[in-house]
């Protein structure tokens, strides 16, 4: 390991931010009557109280700057049978949407049908953080299905959890 001052590849630091397990989410949102989404791994509780979450976008993200102003947008907790619906909200052509049940509030939040957990929130703040934004926010609403296992992404690929031996 180098502990000097050099510059990092960023394919080697890619490879290690990889071997960190993380849960997958779907932030998607009603814009001019079509839904808008996109996927993200780097989702994270942070506060209880104000009730706050996070994620990290690319800079670069053509479809951030479109949800980014809407009232409300929906986190779907992906669960493991959503790794098409990943794949697909993730991808930067095509209908997104194609073959996916979708459930629409009445503040425009867009949440996935089988997710392990929905949450409707609106931008808190946004704060440059490199090549990505750390968007912070605000959780307006929730409802859990814990019988929906995860979607979790791990080594560059898409993964389940094992289910829990219990005696």
């Known amino acids: 390991m ?73 986190v779907s907790v992906l669960g493991e049978s959503h790794e098409a619906a990943a794949r697909s909200l993730a991808s930067k052509t095509g209908d997104r949407f194609a073959g996916l ?22 931008v808190q703040q946004e704060v440059p953080a490199g090549d990505h934004a750390v968007v912070l926010l605000r959780v307006h609403g929730l409802q859990t299905t814990p019988d929906v296992a995860p979607l979790v992404f791990h080594g560059s690929a898409f993964r389940s959890l094992l289910p829990v031996e219990t005696a």
């Open 2 to 74: 180098s502990t000097e001052a050099e510059p990092l590849d960023p394919l080697t630091l890619r490879s290690a931010f990889a071997q960190f397990p993380t849960g997958v989410v779907s932030l998607c949102a009603e814009v001019d009557g079509s839904p808008v989404g996109l996927t993200a791994s780097t989702f994270v509780p942070v506060s209880l109280d104000p009730p706050l979450v996070a994620f990290c976008v690319q800079n670069t993200s053509a479809t951030w700057p479109r949800l980014t102003g809407r009232p409300r947008i929906g």
């Open 101 to 122: 049940t979708l459930h629409t509030t009445a503040e425009g939040a867009v949440l996935l049908d089988g997710a392990s957990a929905w949450l409707e929130c609106s």
